[in-house]
Nanobody, 125 residues
Framework: QVQLVESGGGLVQAGGSLRLSCAAS????????MGWFRQAPGKEREFVAA????????NYADSVKGRFTISRDNAKNTVYLQMNSLKPEDAAVYYC??????????????????WGQGTQVTVSS
């Protein structure tokens, strides 16, 4: 069982930056691949970024490539999402998730077994 708690969301102007954190409970954090997803009002949840257990491989949605960076610190049981050059279309509730598929960065949300409660990101134009 893994419990996930996101933090770091808030209001930022377009062009600004935010860093989201996701703290995981349990001693087996390093056995999970991790991902970030987001859901805007009236839209389906979409993949943002994913990272393998070691942090050695990552994957990003085309819409955030070059602007967002996912990373993890297994000693702190935490995964991060650094978001730069934010755009109004990045506004959403951001969720972190854990998957037992740990050797490749997983895009498919159905592969994720555990989800956080989400953190709101608002981007003003």
């Amino acid at each position: 069982q893994v419990q996930l708690v996101e933090s770091g969301g808030g209001l930022v102007q377009a062009g600004g930056s935010l860093r989201l954190s996701c703290a995981a409970s349990g001693r087996t954090f390093s056995r999970y691949g991790m991902g970030w997803f987001r859901q805007a009002p009236g839209k389906e949840r979409e993949f943002v970024a994913a990272i393998t257990w070691s942090g050695g491989s990552t994957n990003y949605a085309d819409s955030v490539k070059g602007r967002f960076t996912i990373s993890r610190d297994n000693a702190k049981n935490t995964v991060y999402l650094q978001m730069n050059s934010l755009k109004p279309e990045d506004a959403a509730v951001y969720y972190c998730a854990a998957t037992p598929v740990y050797s490749i960065p997983v895009v498919d949300s159905t592969s994720y077994a555990y989800w956080g409660q989400g953190t709101q990101v608002t981007v003003s134009s």
